[in-house]
């Protein structure tokens, strides 16, 4: 994951607790986080780094990304390890 997609998500994290991010990122937030709620990849609020998975897009073994969950859910250009994200990208 790209530094500056962590830093987006973190910032947007700040501004959803002062209520002023967009609206449009909050509810592709709550849809992201109905994905990884159920996730086996998912250990507390990490996308775990020692799980693995099968992307669904490329049938590739893919690791967790380490991320921690619901301040990647607010950064658009972020994506699932797994590829389950695409239909909620901003």
Request: proline fraction near 7%; glycine fraction near 6%; charge should be positive.
């Amino acid at each position: 994951m790209l530094l500056k997609n962590i830093l987006e998500g973190w910032a947007n994290w700040a501004l959803k607790e002062f209520k002023i991010l967009d609206p449009e990122i909050v509810q592709m937030s709550k849809l992201r986080l109905l994905i990884c709620d159920v996730c086996d990849m998912r250990t507390g609020q990490i996308c775990n780094p020692n799980k693995q998975g099968v992307n669904i897009e490329t049938q590739e073994i893919r690791n967790g990304c380490g991320c921690v969950i619901p301040p990647k859910t607010l950064s658009p250009h972020s994506e699932c390890p797994l590829g389950k994200w695409k239909k909620y990208e901003y």
